[in-house]
Nanobody, 116 residues
């Protein structure tokens, strides 16, 4: 079965960095667009960054210039490098594999907390 497993979350001080990883299995990874979403308490889940099958990234305005999404098809893994972290980045971060219109899969998520 399809499985997406996130790792790399944790507690970091404002201005610090974290690198999230999402390892995928059970799917032909290169055929899926990948994305990172986040959800804070009391907020809707939002797209943070996405990357196409061709490697083209896109970002939410709130993270442009600070976050970088990348993928390594040989490792079936998508990454989110997060720099200059702010308290507003605190959320549960989810990995998504997307092959519209028929297939969509989510990971279980990993907590990112930005606090001093």
């Amino acid at each position: 079965q399809v499985q997406l497993v996130e790792s790399g979350g944790g507690l970091v001080q404002p201005g610090g960095s974290l690198r999230l990883s999402c390892a995928a299995s059970g799917l032909i990874f290169s055929r899926y667009a990948m994305g990172w979403y986040r959800q804070a308490p009391g907020k809707q889940r939002e797209l943070v960054a996405g990357i196409t099958t061709g490697g083209t990234p896109n970002y939410a305005d709130s993270v442009k210039g600070r976050f970088t999404i990348s993928r390594d098809n040989a490792k079936n893994t998508v990454y989110l490098q997060m720099n200059s972290l702010r308290s507003e980045d605190t959320a549960f971060y989810y990995c998504k594999a997307d092959r519209p219109p028929l297939w969509e899969y989510w990971g279980q998520g990993t907590q990112v907390t930005v606090s001093s």
